[in-house]
């Protein structure tokens, strides 16, 4: 496997688990799931199956790479919050008899939703791959890519995009997100983050404990890095077109 390094910036972002509610959180870092669909994206690589409708699937022949995730000491990002009005349609007649009625025809289920996001966002991604799958990446951030592709890439929700992805002749000293093993020491910022996503069964998404590391280093530590989606049976020597 080659290895290609890439700095991310985002004056916003989020990235979030599968959760409903008042009060929708996010990772303080993109997780390898969400690094895994920007590789892609940039590679030009379909990622979604569409066999069982209406369920967005995830194709089971994309590339299995290895991913490392860090941030910038002194560009950590941080986690704000807003406010939103949550506007949704109950099932049945739950809340219309009494509701309905008064708005007139607007709409008249509305809750008040916190959700979290980042402001800041300055991170390296490493990423441990065949060459063939490199090369397209690397075109297509040059914009040299001869293949059609859905939509921009986004740093976790499509009303954040990024300022720069530019690709890095030699790797800072970063803070890495590395994996909590079971005879670990506690570490301070842990946090859970998603490496394979199963849409059709989210008992089956797939998740790690990461927490940053206490000193920056220029090359991730053995537990930085990450099979995404999963770890593969053999590395594929061929990338899918």
Known sequence: ???????????FAAFRLFQAGVYRSTSPVMPP?????????????EMRDYDKPPITLIRHDIPYMKLAIGILPGNQG???TLYQQLH??????????????KTKGAKYWIAPVKREFLVGLDMVLGIQADLVLLEKIQKGLKGQLDLSRYGLPFAGDNNFLF??????????????????QPNDRPMKNSCRLTVGINREDNSKTTSFLYAPVEVATKIPPESAWTW??????????????
Do not use: H
């Not at 949704?88 to 009625?101: E, I």
């Not at 999963?230 to 990338?239: C, E, G, L, V």
């Open 163 to 180: 300022d720069r992805i530019d690709i890095l002749a030699e790797v800072p000293e970063t803070i890495w997100y590395v994996q909590i």
């Open 88 to 101: 949704s349609y109950p099932v049945g007649n739950s809340g219309s008899k009494n509701l309905k009625p």
């Open 228 to 241: 995404t989606p999963k770890a593969p049976k053999a590395f594929p020597t061929k990338s899918i077109q």
């Open 1 to 11: 496997m080659e290895s290609l390094w890439l700095r991310i910036r985002a004056p």
């Open 33 to 45: 799931s969400a690094a895994l669909g920007l590789v892609l994206n940039l590679a030009g690589i």
């Open 78 to 80: 941080e986690v704000c």
